[in-house]
């Protein structure tokens, strides 16, 4: 009984994951291609998320600076803290980026629980001319939120899992997608 309930979880993530690369693959096309022509720009990838998704937030930063699978020059990556001084979560990543950030710069804003936190950093981005890659659980008001907040230069992939853990599932493997797709770029490597 509970090897089958094992087994569901394994072959319930390998059917979202197909369904997300049908849904994921051309926005993750634009991103990456959004986040490449930020640092060839000399722009950077300022990467944040909510709640749990914060390390995914520093672990996606992290291989952009060093490396994902190919040798390359380390890219403009910086992680966004959740407490800066007395400043904890939304405020902080707000102030850090109105301090790091500047126009031609990239936000990677990732909210799978989609708890609308990201409201207020989603608007300092606007105001700063930051183009934002947003990361959200699909179908909930917050994505509606994040979704307005977005233009039409700005990328929105939408992680349409409806439990917690196939959704940060699906972003981790976005994410390892989107480091690939901008190696590729970089390094003219062949599909």
């Given at each position: 009984?509970?090897?089958?309930?094992?087994?569901?979880?394994?072959?319930?993530?390998?059917?979202?994951?197909?369904?997300?690369?049908?849904?994921?693959?051309?926005?993750?096309?634009?991103?990456?291609?959004?986040?490449?022509?930020?640092?060839?720009?000399?722009?950077?990838?300022l990467c944040a998320g909510a709640g749990v998704a914060h390390n995914d937030a520093l672990a996606v930063s992290e291989?952009?600076?060093?490396?994902?699978?190919?040798?390359?020059?380390?890219?403009?990556?910086?992680?966004?803290?959740?407490?800066?001084?007395?400043?904890?979560?939304?405020?902080?990543?707000?102030?850090?980026?109105?301090?790091?950030?500047?126009?031609?710069?990239?936000?990677?804003?990732?909210?799978?629980?989609?708890?609308?936190?990201?409201?207020?950093?989603?608007?300092?981005?606007?105001?700063?001319?930051?183009?934002?890659?947003?990361?959200?659980?699909e179908g909930t008001d917050a994505a509606s939120a994040v979704k307005a907040a977005l233009t039409d230069t700005d990328?929105?992939?939408?992680?349409?899992?409806?439990?917690?853990?196939?959704?940060?599932?699906?972003?981790?493997v976005a994410l390892h997608a989107l480091c690939d797709a901008i190696d590729a770029q970089l390094l003219g490597l062949?599909?």
């Amino acid at each position: 009984m509970l090897e089958a309930r094992l087994q569901h979880q394994f072959f319930e993530s390998a059917d979202l994951l197909n369904q997300a690369a049908e849904q994921l693959t051309r926005p993750l096309s634009v991103a990456a291609q959004l986040a490449v022509a930020c640092v060839t720009g000399g722009g950077r990838l300022l990467c944040a998320g909510a709640g749990v998704a914060h390390n995914d937030a520093l672990a996606v930063s992290e291989l952009l600076q060093h490396q994902f699978e190919q040798e390359r020059p380390g890219l403009a990556a910086l992680p966004l803290q959740r407490s800066v001084g007395s400043l904890q979560g939304q405020d902080a990543l707000v102030r850090q980026l109105q301090v790091l950030g500047h126009p031609g710069d990239v936000l990677l804003w990732l909210d799978p629980v989609a708890g609308n936190t990201g409201a207020p950093l989603l608007r300092a981005a606007r105001e700063l001319d930051i183009a934002v890659i947003a990361l959200c659980a699909e179908g909930t008001d917050a994505a509606s939120a994040v979704k307005a907040a977005l233009t039409d230069t700005d990328v929105l992939l939408r992680l349409s899992a409806s439990r917690l853990p196939r959704r940060l599932e699906t972003q981790r493997v976005a994410l390892h997608a989107l480091c690939d797709a901008i190696d590729a770029q970089l390094l003219g490597l062949e599909a």
